[in-house]
């Protein structure tokens, strides 16, 4: 399910980028059906369809540079805000999106709608299954190599991360749309390379993600490996992006889909799952336990008491959104 809510939000970011796009380079406006469709239908299912996933490699590092360039170019923005308000580009803007700045200011964190972002932070587990994967084709595979790669490139994520979503609540405050391009004029073409960008990294991303939710559900299914010819592959393919590509066409909120996902798979992911793990292996050990994994348990226990009452406050938040 978890997989699943990732290649439903890259399909919804997908319908809104390439709308946008096409309003840029033809100035006719299309639906976000349209849109999608296009872009499901020429490209995301031939990708998907692909048995052997490694020919996308090197369009990661070009998926890393979009965001990086998207960085700069809302810094760019923001600062050009800053000094003069009264952008050229807002006039295109729908008024919903346009900037919008309270009085509340550090004490709006103290909101229950604080629980909305924690949950939102929830879907950097979205790819956790391609862990193993990943350590597995690491060359010289050691556990230290192998913490040294996820250690710099989480770290590189937060940062950049932090530095657009910092940028997007700075530029338009609590008009700041899931999507933060959606913000940006379609004529302003420093932001449509970023669309670009942006529609780039998540086409080649997305069969990464598709393959493991059209897998999870083989597993659900309890479909043998030996089973899996190219004709069931295929089949479950045609499926399960069809049913993703309908319900993005009817949903338009990417916040509600990232709050709803962390708050209810991300935290149990996070918080709950690993802790019932933890307390159910120290039990096992019996007496091999030691002191030390004993006194961890209840840590573990309120961890996920912690991770239930957020979620259940999120979800909640999430709920409100629709």
């Known amino acids: 399910m978890k997989t699943c809510c990732a290649v439903l939000s890259y399909s919804m970011i997908l319908a809104d ?3 946008a796009l096409f309003m840029t380079a033809t100035g006719m406006e299309v639906t976000r059906t349209v849109a999608l469709l296009g872009i499901t239908s020429t490209t995301l299912l031939p990708l998907c369809l692909l048995k052997n996933l490694s020919s996308l490699a090197p369009f990661s590092l070009v998926g890393v540079a979009g965001m ?35 009085e509340l200011g550090a004490s709006a964190a103290l909101s229950p709608n604080v ?13 956790h299954f391609n862990a193993p994967k990943f350590y597995n084709e690491l060359k010289n595979n050691t556990i230290k190599r192998y913490n040294t790669v996820v250690g710099t490139s989480f770290g590189i994520s937060v940062l950049l991360f932090a530095l657009v979503g910092s940028l997007g609540f700075l530029t338009f405050g609590s008009a700041s749309s899931g999507l933060i391009l ?23 991303s997305f069969p990464l993600a598709f393959v493991g939710a059209r897998d999870g559900w083989l597993d659900l299914l309890k479909v043998p490996s030996e089973k899996r010819s190219n004709a069931l592959l295929n089949k479950a393919t045609f ?27 991300g935290n149990a992911l996070i918080y709950i799952y690993p802790a019932l793990m933890f307390k159910s292996a120290v039990k096992k050990m019996g007496e091999k336990a030691s002191k030390g994994l004993r006194r961890e348990v209840p840590f573990a226990l309120f961890s996920a008491l912690l991770g239930l009452v957020m979620g259940s406050i999120g979800t909640k938040m999430a709920l409100g959104m629709l």
């Open 17 to 19: 980028t390439i709308r």
């Open 68 to 102: 990086f360039y998207t960085a700069v170019a809302m810094a760019i923005r923001y600062f050009q805000t800053a000094a003069v308000p009264a952008g050229k580009f807002l006039v295109d803007v729908a008024k919903n999106y346009q900037p919008q700045f309270g």
């Open 115 to 127: 629980f909305i972002l924690i949950c939102m932070l929830s879907t950097a587990y979205m790819a």
């Open 182 to 204: 959606n913000n940006y004029s379609t004529k302003d073409i420093l932001m449509s390379l970023s669309r670009v960008a942006v529609a780039v990294s998540i086409v080649f």
């Open 239 to 265: 499926a399960i992006l069809s049913v993703i590509t309908l319900i993005a066409t009817q949903l338009k909120e990417l916040a509600f889909i990232m709050s709803f996902a962390g708050a209810t798979l």
